[in-house]
């Protein structure tokens, strides 16, 4: 080989490395490109306008914005008693959607868990609702609250309790109670599979152990089952929190926030702001204070789930 023809290889073949070594390590965010694009086009985007349109008095149609900095959100929390109603009732009923349809899905996670094929159907039957979309649930629902035909009075002025029959969903004081029944019918089969898949990975040595020692039902639940549902908890809980801060749905199915104003939520109230009485600027700031509070239970568990 020529000397020449030696150099220009000796030259050229770190370069050649080199940029070898670059295509390499931008190969990975060359596929990712088209989803990143996509995810900032039509949420990252989004979002940020929505925060910049928070600090806005808008009519969401027209060329015409005034700043009125953190007056929104002041409003929000301070001023408007309609949103601090819908923030107690977000509060509220993110505490029932928590503990209720939690703890009924591990009760029944835990006697159904196992292969029987009665236990195997009624997973199914609870777990069906979960599958279906909450706006046909809440179309159900509100038919079998129907105070003249509903299913629900109907049964109650048969068994002689007619007495309990009314309108639910128009009385002030059960209309929300009455909605959370729903959601909860809805909500409960979700973290019953979360649950049941959870059992499943608790070694069965530890059942037979406890079980040899003598261990009653409740100390093997304490002891055993409990602990070995530590990560199952963490999901369900967050998941819960996310669902209970974010309902929308059922509310707007159901009672459209009625009667008066009396069930809304902060979803429901910002989608009445934007769209209804033409106020996108304090809708906008709406859904940054639900998105506030949601991330301030996200992060946790993300970090959480990012670790284990």
């Known amino acids: 080989m020529p000397a020449s023809l030696l150099k220009f290889f000796v030259t050229v073949s770190p370069m050649a490395g080199k940029h070898a070594r670059v295509i390499r390590s931008a190969t990975p965010w060359l596929f990712l490109a088209p989803a990143v694009f996509v995810y900032s086009m039509f949420l990252v985007g989004p979002m940020l306008f929505t925060l910049y349109t928070s600090f806005y008095e808008w009519d969401g149609l027209s060329d015409t914005m005034i700043y009125v900095g953190l007056r929104n959100y002041i409003d929000i929390l301070f001023n408007d008693e309609v949103s601090q109603l819908a923030l107690r009732n977000n509060l509220l009923w993110t505490a029932g959607a928590v503990t209720i349809p939690t703890l009924l899905g591990l009760l029944l996670a835990v006697g159904l868990n196992s292969v029987s094929p009665v236990k195997k159907l009624l997973r199914t039957l609870y777990y069906m609702p979960a599958v279906l979309p ?3 649930v809440g179309l159900i629902w509100g ?14 002025r048969a068994v002689g309790l007619e007495q309990w029959a009314g309108g639910w969903l128009s009385s002030y004081s059960m209309a929300l109670p009455a909605t959370f029944i729903t959601y909860v019918w809805s909500h409960v089969g979700f973290p019953m599979m979360l649950y049941l898949a959870g059992l499943q990975a608790i070694p069965r040595e530890q059942y037979e152990a406890a079980r040899i020692d003598g261990a009653g039902l409740w100390s093997t639940f304490r002891n055993i089952t409990l602990p070995g549902l530590a990560e199952t908890h963490v999901i369900v809980l967050s998941l819960a929190v996310f669902n209970g801060f974010r309902v929308f749905d059922l509310i707007y199915t159901m009672t459209y926030g009625g009667p008066g104003r009396s069930t809304h939520v902060l979803g429901t109230w910002m989608y009445f702001q934007t769209f209804q009485y033409y106020e996108a600027g304090y809708g906008a700031a709406l859904s940054w204070v639900i998105a506030a509070i949601v991330l301030v239970v996200a992060i946790p568990y993300i970090r959480r789930m990012s670790r284990d």
Do not use: E
């Not at 038919?143 to 035909?149: C, T, V």
């Not at 509903?150 to 049964?155: A, E, H, L, R, S």
């Open 134 to 136: 909450l706006i046909s």
């Open 143 to 156: 038919w079998m609250y129907n105070p003249h035909f509903g299913v629900i009075n109907v049964f109650l």
